[in-house]
């Protein structure tokens, strides 16, 4: 009869137990239990030997086991509103990379920005028993049954860049609205005086942070604000190609876009037009990747932190999960601006060189 210690291996031979780690590393089981989940008080001499151990004898431990004695599945739901957007892989990179190094693994979810798509997968993650889910929302509130599921699930939610009104959870984000102060201070700087705005949709909070922060930065400037160079687009590629071809006749001198998805449309839309950047209007754009500099004009962006989002999403959800703390928190990331040509930098020090 096979002792309860004891499982079997497809092939027959016997798969080692955290007792046959005990023996081996000459300590206790609960030493074992410690080293394995990281619980801390074990010297670092038998930490060694215990790890020694266990690489020895390719030992796993039995997840599903660990999962039913402490109702969690060490798992957590990711739900990102379009992973083919180049901002979101290296925030999705860290978020896995941290959750990894806690003992978790991340399932991903992309909800196109549909809020039908998004249900489902709250439905799916719920169903897997997650022990938490960071949420890139989509535009709206949640619905009452979902409310309802995740609050009967118990499932902690931290929010991603965009808040939900009527959710009550943690949050980490940007700071929208300085990094648009800061754009378009500098457009000021330089000298331009009409500048235009892409925005994202109204109805999503960073995208009317971002608004307010180029209102805020025309007001400060003494800039005059003008409703026909502002158009809201979706943070997609198409409209912002429809914003280069409505807001460029208009003549502005200078454009804040403010995701990098819509500035390769609106610069599309330039170069069909036969107008040039920055010759005939500067830009400056939100967020930086390293293949910008490679481009001609490389473009001046506002840089949002995208690894420290995942990595901190992660460490506010565990602390929700490993229950440290009750009350709601918000975390906000500064944004950097990096100045690069196409905001008509290098054009005015080159005419400041010519008239001294």
């Known amino acids: 009869m096979r002792s309860k210690t004891t499982r079997a291996r497809s092939d027959g031979s016997k798969v080692p137990s955290i007792y046959d780690v005990g023996r081996e590393a000459r300590v206790s089981v609960f030493t074992v239990s410690a080293v394995i989940n990281n619980k801390g008080g074990v010297s670092a001499t038998l930490a060694r030997r215990v790890e020694a151990a266990i690489r020895k004898l390719n030992y796993r431990p039995n997840l599903l086991a660990r999962s039913l004695a402490k109702q969690q599945t060490h798992t957590i739901g990711m739900i990102v509103t379009d992973i083919a957007n180049p901002f979101f892989p290296a925030i999705v990179r860290a978020a896995e990379d941290a959750a990894q190094k806690s003992g978790y693994t991340v399932l991903l979810c992309n909800s196109d920005d549909k809020q039908e798509k998004e249900a489902r997968y709250l439905e799916l993650l719920l169903s897997r028993r997650v022990d938490g889910i960071i949420l890139n929302k989509t535009p709206g509130k949640l619905s009452p049954v979902q409310r309802q599921m995740l609050s009967d699930a118990r499932v902690p939610v931290v929010l991603l860049m965009r808040t939900c009104p009527g959710l009550r959870a943690d949050l980490v984000q940007t700071d929208d609205k300085q990094g648009a102060m800061e ?174």
């Not at 009409?194 to 307010?212: C, E, F």
């Not at 930065?217 to 429809?242: K, M, P, V, W």
């Not at 929700?320 to 008509?344: D, F, I, M, N």
Request: aromatic residues 8%.
């Open 183 to 356: 754009a378009v201070s500098h457009l000021a700087r330089l000298g331009r005086k009409t500048i235009a705005l892409v925005g994202g949709p109204p109805d999503v909070s960073n995208a009317r942070a971002r608004k307010q922060g180029y209102l805020q930065a025309l007001q400060e400037r003494n800039l005059e604000y003008h409703q026909e160079l502002s158009f809201d687009g979706d943070y997609r590629i198409d409209s912002g190609y429809r914003a280069g071809l409505a807001l460029l006749p208009r003549g502005p001198d200078a454009v804040l876009v403010t995701n990098y998805l819509m500035t390769v449309g609106f610069m599309r839309a330039a170069d069909e037009m036969g107008v040039h950047c920055p010759e005939d209007f500067a830009l400056v754009s939100f967020d930086d990747y390293p293949w910008l500099g490679c481009f001609r004009p490389r473009l001046t962006t506002i840089e949002l932190p995208k690894y420290e989002l995942g990595a901190t999403a992660v460490r506010l959800l565990l602390e929700l999960v490993e229950s440290k703390r009750t009350r709601a928190k918000t975390v906000t990331l500064q944004p950097q601006l990096r100045v690069r040509e196409s905001c008509g930098f290098m054009l005015r020090s080159i005419k400041a060189a010519v008239t001294a």
